[in-house]
């Protein structure tokens, strides 16, 4: 997991799988790029903002660790 500004773009520059967790931050804008790589991102629970200082996103706190299992294991499955 990364500040989706920086490691996910560098980890996916160099070729290493990522999977991206986003709250209420646009995926499409903030990578990762690679096709392969994997988003979880529940966007039903708020808008698309880049405002800072809210201490908890409602978006982010609705992935679950079952989600994020998922996308690890489809990303490896797409890397094998």
């Known amino acids: 997991m990364a500040d989706p ?9 160099l070729g290493t799988c990522a999977v991206g967790l986003f709250g209420p931050t ?3 804008r903030n990578g990762p790029f690679d096709t392969r790589d994997i988003t979880v991102r529940n966007p039903q629970f708020c808008e698309i903002t880049y405002r800072r200082g809210a201490p908890y996103s409602p ?3 609705s ?5 994020v299992f ?10 094998a």
């Open 5 to 13: 500004r920086f490691l996910l773009v560098r980890l996916s520059s």
């Open 26 to 28: 646009d995926s499409s």
């Open 59 to 61: 978006a982010m706190l």
């Open 63 to 67: 992935i679950t660790v079952d989600q």
């Open 70 to 79: 998922r996308a690890v294991e489809r990303r490896m499955e797409a890397a």
